[in-house]
């Protein structure tokens, strides 16, 4: 099965629509369910990653959707959205077949609108890194290669995603 598309949810009941042509990496990990019933007509089957990183390339190229926003009114592409405020919530995937799949992001509930888990750079090739985990963005790229992080952060990818 493959991913048509992928929306980032933000705090504010903002979303993001990434095609997969602007996803170069994608790593949601240690990945938990949870079955909740709130009353006997209801149960909700949840999943929460306690790691996401994404590469969006091009990131300048689409912009923010919300009901907020009238028609003609201006607003943010990703770059700025992301870089400005830290708050996203969730991923949804949304599969080939139109099937969806909701994960929440791990969040430090000491402040309800900003999530300190999150942390976003963008590479000298333009592209917009997020991480939203316990661990740095070095820390993390660094995981497996050492010299990693300066390698993406610092070089041109020459169209590897292209």
Known sequence: MNIKQLVIE????ETIYVSTNNVGTLELNDIKRGIFRYNSKYINNTYQSDELYIEILNPTSFKVSSLMYSENEER???LER???YPDITSITIIYDDDK???ISVLWDYEDECNNSYQK???SKEGNLHILIS???LKEYLNKDRE????FI???KNNGFWE
Do not use: F, K, T
Request: proline letters at 4%.
């Open 10 to 13: 933000l705090e504010n009941c």
């Open 76 to 78: 943010p592409s990703c």
């Open 82 to 84: 992301i870089l400005q």
């Open 100 to 102: 969806e799949e909701s």
């Open 120 to 122: 976003a750079q963008v």
């Open 134 to 136: 316990e661990r740095g």
């Open 147 to 150: 010299g990693y992080y300066d």
């Open 153 to 155: 952060m610092n070089c």
